[in-house]
């Protein structure tokens, strides 16, 4: 079992930033791959950002490519997501979810991870 936590989430204005963190817990951090994933209200969940267990490939969705990093420091079992540029259609409920045995061109989808945060809002006005 692994427990997630996400924290960071907030209001922010089009053009701001903000940092997401995932805690993890139950298990050892490095051993998991790691996706951040929204869903705005009336959409179905979609993938944002992805990272191996040891950080070294990362894999973005095009909508926010060059404007989100994720990250990972593995011996604060954390992961991250700072997002710059936000834009009002960023506005979302995030959600972290870790990956026990993932094919890297399956990270995109949902359906690959094993266990799911709470989800922290993001709320991004014009």
């Known amino acids: 079992q692994v427990q997630l936590v996400e924290s960071g989430g907030g209001l922010v204005q089009a053009g701001g930033s903000l940092r997401l963190s995932c805690a993890a817990s139950?298990?050892?951090?490095?051993?998991?791959?790691m996706g951040w994933f929204r869903q705005a209200p009336g959409k179905e969940r979609e993938f944002v950002a992805a990272?191996?267990?040891?950080?070294?490939?990362?894999y973005y969705a095009d909508s926010v490519k060059g404007r989100f990093t994720i990250s990972r420091d593995n011996a604060k079992n954390t992961g991250y997501l700072q997002m710059n540029s936000l834009k009002p259609e960023d506005t979302a409920v995030y959600y972290c979810a870790v990956a026990e045995y993932p094919y890297s061109s399956s990270l995109k989808y949902a359906s690959t991870y094993d266990y799911w945060g709470q989800g922290t809002q993001v709320i991004v006005s014009s």
């Open positions: 990272i191996s267990r040891g950080g070294g490939s990362t």
């Open positions: 139950g298990r050892t951090f490095s051993t998991v791959a």
